[in-house]
């Protein structure tokens, strides 16, 4: 598998890859036992039949290489399985910085949005402000655009009186 398709992948995914290494490690761990415990059955059978020195020879290489091979697979498993705990650790990291650029983004823009929505409503306040005070020294309805403004006041404070 590249490193590409690694990035690609899930958390999940990843744990799911952790898991099946193990159970083969686990798996290999057994055939070795077994292969120990074929190998102690032969030594008996040596020891019966020859001679214990020439016997322990020859079955020492065995048991050396064998362990030599798991240890070497062991290794790389762990090494592997620390790769991809970085790798998935650092895309972690990356995805709780995106997701704090979006909530900061969300932020800023509902910031945005309230302050334009402030202005509107203080230049509603300083509109109504006006008409009232027109509305007092005629003494009567404004015309023109102040009707239109009464009328934005009215819809948005959902009041008939100003």
Do not use: C, H
């Not at 415990?37 to 020891?47: E, K, T």
């Not at 290489?61 to 697979?73: E, R």
């Amino acid at each position: 598998m590249t490193d590409k398709e690694l990035r690609k992948l899930r958390r999940d995914d990843l744990l799911q890859i952790l898991i099946n290494q193990q159970k083969q490690i686990d798996d290999l761990n057994a055939q070795l036992e077994q292969g120990k415990q074929a190998l102690a059955d032969r030594d008996l059978a040596i020891q019966e039949s020859g001679s214990l020195a020439e016997a322990a020879l020859k079955l020492n290489g065995v048991f050396d290489a064998a362990q030599t091979a798991a240890d070497d697979y062991l290794q790389q498993m762990r090494k592997r399985a620390d790769e991809l705990v970085a790798e998935a650790q650092a895309r972690s990291a990356e995805m709780r910085q995106q997701a704090e650029n979006v909530l900061k983004n969300a932020r800023a823009e509902a910031e945005r949005i309230l302050g334009g929505a402030r202005r509107d409503a203080e230049t509603f306040a300083r509109q109504a402000q006006a008409g009232s005070e027109s509305q007092n020294q005629d003494g009567g309805e404004p015309a023109g655009d102040d009707a239109d403004a009464k009328r934005k006041r009215r819809r948005l404070w959902g009041s008939k009186g100003t």
